[in-house]
């Protein structure tokens, strides 16, 4: 896990990239689908695999999140939930996040969870036109 300090959060903040939208999902092949579709659309990605090689690459780019968007069920038992929390936490302000699930009951704990912070869910297959609607509202644009 990566420590961070308060001025390299503060250089982070101050640097801030508009509309940087981060992406955090296991699968190598559809984080890259995600990544070439919210690019197409214009938007700095930052793509990782968890959420903390998400805080480093925020960190390492001095870029901070305006949208999170991250898979439910991530490695090592850890959840798409945790991961927007943790990045809200980093980063200290209330930004935008979606989770994405395969999952069709929402009565999974976590989903419950996303649900109760007001966090969109998103089930499998992930509709373009849905999801580009979600960050256009989310991101004011």
Excluded at 29 to 55: C, K, N, P, T
């Amino acid at each position: 896990m990566s420590s961070i300090n308060q001025n390299t959060l503060e250089r982070v903040s101050s640097t801030r990239a508009s509309g940087a939208v981060v992406v955090i999902e296991d699968e190598a092949i559809v984080l890259a689908g995600y990544q070439m579709l919210f690019e197409s659309w214009g938007y700095h990605v930052v793509a990782a695999q968890s959420e903390d090689e998400a805080i480093e690459l925020l960190t390492r780019q001095h870029v901070a999140p305006s949208f999170i968007l991250a898979d439910f069920r991530l490695r090592n038992g850890k959840t798409g939930t945790e991961a927007i929390d943790r990045l809200r936490q980093t980063f200290g302000w209330l930004i935008p996040g979606v989770v994405v699930t395969g999952d069709t009951a929402v009565s999974v704990d976590g989903l419950k969870t996303a649900a109760a912070a007001g966090m969109p869910i998103l089930h499998k297959p992930v509709n373009g036109r849905q999801l580009q609607d979600i960050l256009t509202k989310s991101l004011g644009r």
